[in-house]
C-alpha cells in the first residue's frame, strides 16, 4: 500500500500528535525523499520520536524506508506536488532545458537515421500508445501521414490492439510509445509486436529499461516536471526530429505527397490559406 493510503487506513487510531504529524506528510509527499525525520518533524510541530512512532505505525522500519517508498512513487510517475513547484517558471524552463540536453545527448545522428529509414521504407507503420502516449502517438501519426501513406494508430478509442498487430510483417514497423504509467499490459503487447517479424521501436522514459531488450531500437526520453506532473515537452521535440528526418528520408516520394495534400486542403477548405 502506498503511504498515504496507509495513513488513511491509521488516521482514526492515531493520537492528536501522530495525526499533525501524518497531515504534514500528505501535505509534503513529494518532498519526503529530500527531508530528513528533524525537517519533518519541525514542519509538523511535533517530536522526531513522534514522527518515528508514526512511521513504524505505518508499517515502516524508519525514515530511510519512507523516503525509498516516496522515490519509487515519483520514479513511476505518481503526481505528487515537491518543493521545485514553488520554484516558478524559471525552474520549470531550467528543467525542461536539462530533460532535452539529456535526450540529445543520449541519441546520435546514427541511431536516428536508422529509425528514421525503417520508418521510411516499412510497408506499413503502426504506431501504439495509451493513456498519456496516446496523444504522442496520435500527433506521431498525423506528422508521419505528410510524407508517407499506411500509418496506423492503436488503440482506436474503444477498440482493442491484436486486430492491429495481426497481419504485420518482417516489411512493416511498429513504434510502442511507453511512458510511466503504463497498463500492465504493456510489455506484452511490446513483444507481441516483436513476435509479429516487424521492426519494434520503443520510446519511453527510464522506467522502459527493463523492456528495451525486446525492442529492436530503445529511445530513452525524460519526462520528469518540476512540479507534480510528468512534462512530455522532451517527447514532443523527438517526434518532431524524428518526422523531420523521416521525410528526409523518404526523398521525393515524400514532397510529393505533401503538395498533393496541401492541394487537397486547398480544395477542401480544411486549412486557412494565407492570404
Not at 508514526?54 to 515519483?74: M, P, Q
Not at 514553488?86 to 531550467?94: K, Q, S
Not at 521510411?120 to 495509451?130: E, H, N, Q, S
Request: some cysteine.
Amino acid at each position: 500500500m502506498r503511504i498515504d493510503e496507509r495513513i488513511e487506513q491509521h488516521y482514526p487510531a492515531l493520537g492528536p500528535q501522530e495525526q499533525l504529524a501524518a497531515d504534514t506528510i500528505l501535505n509534503h509527499l513529494g518532498d519526503l525523499a529530500v527531508y530528513n525525520a528533524a525537517e519533518l518533524a519541525r514542519l509538523s510541530g511535533v517530536s522526531k520520536a513522534t514522527v518515528s512512532r508514526l512511521f513504524r505505525r505505518l508499517g515502516f522500519a524508519d525514515f530511510n524506508e519512507v523516503k525509498e517508498h516516496t522515490r519509487a512513487l515519483r520514479s513511476s510517475g505518481v503526481p505528487l506536488a515537491t518543493r521545485e513547484s514553488d520554484g516558478g517558471l524559471p525552474t520549470h524552463a531550467a528543467l525542461e532545458q536539462r530533460n532535452l540536453q539529456r535526450l540529445f545527448e543520449s541519441i546520435d545522428e546514427t541511431r536516428l537515421g536508422e529509425v528514421a529509414n525503417l520508418l521510411a521504407g516499412a510497408r506499413k507503420v503502426l504506431l501504439i500508445g495509451f493513456r498519456n502516449s496516446f496523444p504522442l502517438a496520435l500527433h506521431l501519426r498525423q506528422q508521419l501521414l505528410q510524407c508517407r501513406d499506411g500509418v496506423g494508430l492503436a488503440p482506436q478509442p474503444g477498440q482493442s490492439v491484436g486486430e492491429e498487430l495481426a497481419g504485420l510483417g518482417p516489411a512493416d514497423a511498429v513504434v510502442l510509445l511507453g511512458f510511466r504509467r503504463r497498463p500492465e499490459s504493456f510489455p506484452n503487447v511490446l513483444k507481441a509486436a516483436a513476435g509479429t517479424g516487424a521492426s519494434t521501436i520503443l520510446i519511453g522514459d527510464a522506467s522502459g529499461r527493463r523492456m528495451a531488450g525486446d525492442a529492436k531500437v530503445w529511445i530513452e526520453c525524460p519526462v520528469e516536471g518540476a512540479g507534480a506532473f510528468d512534462s512530455y515537452a522532451a517527447p514532443m521535440s523527438l517526434l518532431s526530429v524524428l518526422a523531420n528526418a523521416v521525410l528526409s528520408a523518404m526523398g521525393r516520394p515524400g514532397t510529393k505527397r505533401i503538395s498533393e495534400i496541401t492541394g487537397l486542403f486547398d480544395s477542401l477548405g480544411e486549412v486557412e490559406r494565407l492570404r
